[in-house]
């Protein structure tokens, strides 16, 4: 069965939504085997596959490669593309213009947009013309050379009341869901109870809708920083490394190929 907005939606207070980052076919093929719903081509892509320091010199033209492959791995889940810094921040038609892309290019189902209520007139528009769009609040990755870096959002009784603001404002707008990124897990709760669509949390606590994580972190694998709150459901780098240096000793060794 293939994964639609509607039947992510209909999922609200009920079943809760498992998603995950994938960046390739690979990646994506392992995802939508699991059975996974929800899969995101995160710009985290920068960090984790292409070796950037933070998710800012993601281009459009990276992204949508990334997205149409992934495409091509996945049969059943819907398939959501981050839009990257600066690709939906300046006029709406160069936003309209590149969510595009997304969609034609990179066969993705929906795009996802950082930001609370400065984006309602342009979420409106995209749903306008066609493209679903995944919210998503909190901690912003594509923020950070104003906020100071990668910290919890929230904490504080007016960032909360705006964090709930923002979240009403999206729904208003007309997201299919929303991201909670970094957000005490009560107010997450909070902003998920007060909410129709579902809120997906990465470091929110248990109490959202669904949970997101990346690929690599899930499974242990990869070179850069894991953020504390991620649960690693394998190792992999260990294995990954002894497989290879017995590759390397068995044919310096002419153990390999035996034949
Ligand atoms: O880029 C990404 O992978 C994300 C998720 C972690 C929410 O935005």
Not at 2 to 23: N, R, S
Not at 217 to 222: E, F, N, T
């Amino acid at each position: 069965m293939k994964w639609t907005v509607p039947k992510i939606k209909a999922l609200k207070g009920g079943q809760k939504i498992a998603t995950l980052t994938a960046y390739d076919y690979l990646t994506a093929r392992y995802v939508d085997e699991a059975g996974i719903p929800l899969v995101l081509v995160g710009d985290s892509l920068g960090m984790t596959i292409l070796g950037y320091e933070t998710t800012l010199p993601v281009t459009m033209d990276e992204m949508v490669h990334h997205t149409a492959a992934v495409s091509r791995g996945v049969k059943e889940a819907l398939i959501v593309a981050d839009m990257p810094f600066m690709s939906y921040q300046g006029t709406l038609e160069h936003a309209l213009e590149n969510a595009g892309r997304f969609i034609k290019e990179g066969g993705a189902d929906a795009v996802k947009i950082e930001g609370g209520a400065m984006r309602v007139d342009l979420i409106k528009q995209l749903i306008a013309n066609g493209v679903p769009v995944l919210g998503h609040i909190g901690l912003l990755p594509q923020s950070v050379k104003e906020t100071g870096g990668f910290k919890m959002q929230g904490k504080t009784d007016e960032s909360a009341r705006k964090l709930m603001d923002d979240a009403k404002a999206l729904e208003q707008a007309g997201v299919f869901a929303i991201v909670l990124e970094c957000v005490p897990s009560e107010l997450a709760q909070k902003i998920t109870a007060a909410l129709t669509v579902p809120t997906i949390g990465i470091g929110a606590g248990p109490h959202c809708d669904g949970q997101v994580l990346v690929f690599t972190d899930l499974l242990g694998m990869g070179h850069g920083h894991v953020p504390g709150f991620v649960k690693k459901f394998a190792d992999l780098n260990p294995q990954i490394q002894e497989a290879l240096a017995a590759y390397k000793k068995e044919v310096e060794e002419s153990a390999f190929p035996e034949r």
